[in-house]
Structure formats: structure tokens, C-alpha cells
């Protein structure tokens, strides 16, 4: 899945996490901070990250992203 991001979204950060029972590839959580969601809304962020995702996707029950300005990412970690 990581693989996608990087070829599609030239992104700062990317963080993908397998949250299904027992590991089984069904559900997963994301981070993706890139500077192209810079000035965008959350829908559109996601509709990116979705459309980089598209084959992906049809496997996969449950994707629960969090998408991220560079500027955002570095406010977060400050916390």
C-alpha cells in the first residue's frame, strides 16, 4: 500500500498501519502528510488519497486516513 503513496503523492510522511484482528491485511489506518494538501479541504485530501489507492482499496474492509499539511504534522508533534 505504501508503494502507491509514494509513486502518486510526492508526500513529506506516510505512515500505514494493519488494524485488522490478527494482522490479516482487512483494515488499515493511514498518515499521509504531504505539502499538495496545502489550501485543500479534508474531502479533497482524501479523495487524493483515494484515487492513489483505488485498486487497493476494493480488497480491503475498513481505511481510515488522516491526511496533513507539513505544517500541521510539525504543530502535532510539538503537542
Do not use: Y
Not at 505512515?15 to 505539502?35: I, M, N, Q
Not at 487524493?48 to 502535532?76: G, S
Amino acid at each position: 500500500m505504501g508503494c502507491s503513496l509514494q509513486n502518486l503523492i510526492h508526500h513529506q510522511s506516510s505512515d500505514v498501519e494493519d488494524t485488522s484482528p490478527e494482522r490479516c491485511a482487512a483494515s488499515f489506518k493511514v498518515l499521509v502528510v504531504s505539502a499538495q494538501f496545502e489550501g485543500k479541504p479534508l474531502l479533497q485530501r482524501h479523495r487524493m488519497v483515494n484515487m492513489c489507492l483505488a485498486e487497493e482499496l476494493k480488497a480491503i474492509h475498513a481505511f481510515e486516513q488522516k491526511t496533513l499539511t507539513p505544517e500541521h504534522w510539525d504543530k502535532m508533534k510539538q503537542q
